[in-house]
């Protein structure tokens, strides 16, 4: 994404992004540009531009290995871990199934899940910046090298439980799949509509609570389909099992 | 939680300010992102202050120029601003829209110290 110009006194350049520096700074004059003292330097990159071309390359590297890849989002508590251990307890004999499983500090859920996955790599986001609340694809990069691509045919990532912060970062994923549980609320997609425009599929999780809530599902779908009108919705319960099947076979069609 | 995005992003912007100004002061860096990207303008610039008071882009000028989300209707042909984030039409409610604006989230320039 080179970005060519002319100045004034006729030198040309062109700008990168791809970690190329700024390196004419007494060719040209730039004084044209802002006031006497100061030259402005045309950047024009995308804010997320570095981690977007770390996402490419993991997408790169998966597709290498014939690996399809879910980025699994949700709120804290909406039951990601749970439904993912019911999904490698009715695929692990037929499909095998890397995690990488982000926590911001903990190995809790990547133990839940350990008897059931294939391969389980953890990334705990502390290690970044303050704990960060979401994977970014130099993160999922780090876990990716800790699984035996070549032996899998799915790779899961688990990412930090938050609405605002993964729904931002490509990590290099082939689908963002969002749970929802029907305990959060109707509204959320309007709160959060850069998580929930950002998925191609819902799970509405734990439906089998729904008799004891005043939740009301046409009410939440309606805000759903405002805000990201192309999103499929599968309802399920990862406690019963409802609708789990289901998305196991979406799962297994997606394979390669 | 919501500061730790802005930190991210904070973060990100620093980072390529830092490699497009290579090493010249910087006075100002400029910045555009949509009203889509739930950015909240004043924990960027407290993440930003926080991140760059130590560093050589100490006192550098974040200058946020926020987008409004304005879609276009297939519909009716009108124009219209977003006060919410759903996607329709202002005029006749319509959601057969274009997102005309609203998803930027792009560093567009720096003003340095021009070096003698």
């Known amino acids: 994404m080179g970005r060519f110009h002319t100045h004034t006194d006729g030198t040309v350049h062109t700008h990168h992004d791809d970690g190329h520096r700024h390196e004419h700074r007494d060719v040209g004059d730039h004084r044209g540009y802002t006031e006497t003292g100061t030259v402005r330097v045309e950047v024009l990159e995308q804010l997320l531009s570095e981690n977007d071309r770390v996402a490419a390359e993991n997408r790169r590297t998966l597709r290498d290995a014939g690996v399809r890849s879910v980025n699994l989002m949700s709120s804290p508590g909406a039951g990601k871990t749970t439904l993912l251990r019911e999904t490698l307890r009715r695929l692990g004999d037929g499909l095998r199934i890397g995690v990488v499983e982000g926590d911001i500090a903990t190995s809790i859920d990547a133990d839940r899940l350990v008897d059931f996955a294939h391969s389980v790599s953890l990334v705990n986001t502390s290690a970044g910046f303050g704990g960060e609340c979401h994977l970014d694809a130099v993160m999922v990069r780090a876990g990716l090298q800790d699984l035996p691509l070549d032996d899998l045919d799915l790779v899961v990532i688990e990412n930090v439980g938050n609405l605002v912060c993964p729904a931002e970062f490509d990590v290099g994923e082939d689908a963002k799949v969002m749970v929802f549980s029907v305990t959060e609320g109707e509204d959320k997609p309007l709160k959060y509509p850069v998580m929930f425009r950002s998925c191609e599929l819902v799970l509405v999780n734990k439906v089998d609570l729904l008799p004891h809530l005043d939740f009301e599902l046409d009410r939440f779908l309606d805000h759903l389909c405002a805000v990201n009108p192309a999103a499929d919705v599968m309802l399920i319960s990862a406690r019963t099992g409802e609708g789990v099947d289901a998305w196991c076979d979406r799962l297994r069609r997606a394979r390669g | ?116």
């Open chain 2, 1 to 116: 939680m919501t500061l730790v995005h802005e930190l991210s992003l904070a973060q990100a912007i620093a980072d390529t300010t830092a490699r497009y100004a290579d090493g010249r002061p910087v006075s100002s860096v400029q910045v555009r992102i949509g009203y889509f990207r739930q950015v909240v303008p004043d924990s960027l610039q407290f993440a930003w202050e926080l991140l760059t008071d130590d560093s050589v882009l100490a006192g550098a000028v974040l200058a946020v120029e926020h987008v409004p989300a304005v879609v276009a209707c297939a519909g009716c042909g009108a124009h219209s601003q977003l006060d919410l984030p759903v996607l329709a039409c202002g005029a006749c409610g319509g959601t057969d829209v274009t997102m005309e604006s609203g998803d930027e989230f792009m560093i567009e320039a720096i003003d340095v110290a021009e070096v003698a």
